[in-house]
């Protein structure tokens, strides 16, 4: 709940507002029953017909601003509730966006959408109550007991022992709450990543026809899901029918204990009917209680998920130059010795962030490049190639060595700063819906002639020309509406548009055919001659002219050299060549 609190007092002002407008209106609705007692007694009795209109139409009015004054504080209350939980999204995006790779993968993405969505929507709607009903529930409660204390004591004194019994009851039931709603946003983090998986991969499930089984996986994780909120709805529904079976024979013991003492000439009429809606109101405040408890258990535990998040500390803060390590040489990219490993998968969070039981991934990596000269890295699937620019690009630290760029520490650099000298097409990147002239610019300051020059060079001018709409063409989401070398072109165009210090392209044209790759080799030589190039590519071909070839094998450097170097002294590259251009042969 603090986190809760932290981020109302934004708008405590709004919300206080709320609260006692709520607070007017509760109070005016008391008064409604208390008018009938007065006019049935009372008033009726006189036989004096505008007396009678007089004291109805005060009924109506009071109605009639009890009701405005509960919309106008539930209207604000609304606003007040989204505007909290949008500073709560606002934030949460913030540190996920922050978030080392290693915290990223503690979390997990389907438990970071999760809490951004479902999570974030459980604590709107608390706030939402705690302006509403936080104020009208105690009103009714206490403000009943209280008239009817004043207009009979005797009948009052069956709410006096009902009413404690009801409140310990809900206390009791809604301790239970928060961990059993915590166990149903747990077990919605499996659906959600279910469901993601199976939506991004819907063609491979399709085409294997596996579409029963995965709706079988499917069917394992929803049931879970569906089984804790059975559970934990079930349990804090308990309260609700012990409530109303009170209020039945509450309401009974008051219409009977009421007849009796009305005939023995001890109350009048009117006191009953007021009573009863006394009665009533000071039942709904005790269910009101149930309410608040099981929304209150919801928002605590999503509140809990939430501040989990943005109490992490981002693990990369940036080093001083004093505590940094310094560079063997003066190239513009070194690699020193690192090594690295990632933790291991299926961890729990608790673990994977405390950096225990760590897979090795690279061993002892010690390359160097200057300004303008070119790096490519072969290897097959999983020996680490990705993993140096994730390491270069600071998306993880080493744990020995170090990596260096310009000269500094990449440890020592604010993020933007590093990431600003970067043009980078990753494995799987992401085209956006939306444009391809927007994809290519992605908020970037470029003119419409940089971002011609990026299309030329990617060698996606072609395409885009043959499109009706050119640039303006509308991307789907992924980019189901481009093919895959039409996507690669586009990313491609991308990295090139800024004119980067330092381009990476991470197996970014393994969809193209070889005369574009070539073609696109050519451009990125003759036109970016003064970027610093880093291609991780399974083509030999692809690779073959860079200044330096790195070959890599389950995380060690196996050879390192021109291609021709590597051809007299690197068997596995000799092996690869050959397969690739003996088949072309």
Known sequence: MRLILHYMKTYSHKITLSMVIKLLGAVTELLIPYILEYLIDEVVPLGKMEQVLLWGSLMIVTALITRQLNVLANRIAVDNAHRVSYDIRQALFTKTANLSGAQFDAFGLPSLISRMTSDSYNVQSCVQSLQTMCVRVPIML?????????????????????????????????????????????????????????ITGIRVVKALSKTEYEKGRFDRYNGAMTKADIKASTIMAIPGPFMQMCLNVGLTLVVWIGALRVDAGQMKPGVILAFLTYFNMVMQGVMGINRIFMMTSKATASANRIGQVLATDVDQRILSPKEARHPAGDEFIRFEHVNFSYPVAGESQEHSLAGEEREQCLYDISFALRRGESLGIIGPTGCGKTTIINLLMRFYDVEDGGVFVDGRDVRTYEKDELHRRFGVVFQNDMVFFNSLRENIRFGRDLDEAALMRAVEDAVAAEYIDSLEEGLDYQADIKGANLSGGQKQRLLISRALAGDPEILILDDSSSALDYKTDAALRKAIFEHHRNSTTIMVAQRVSSIQSMTHILVMDNGHCIGYGTHEELLQNCSAYQEIYQAQMGALA
């Open 142 to 198: 206490l403000g009943g007991i209280a008239v009817t204390l004043i207009m009979d004591p005797v009948l009052s004194s069956i709410l006096c022992i009902i009413t404690p019994i009801l409140i310990v009851v809900v206390l009791a039931v809604s301790r239970y709450g928060i961990p059993l709603y915590r166990k149903v946003q747990e077990r919605l983090d499996d659906v959600v990543r279910t469901m993601r998986e199976d």
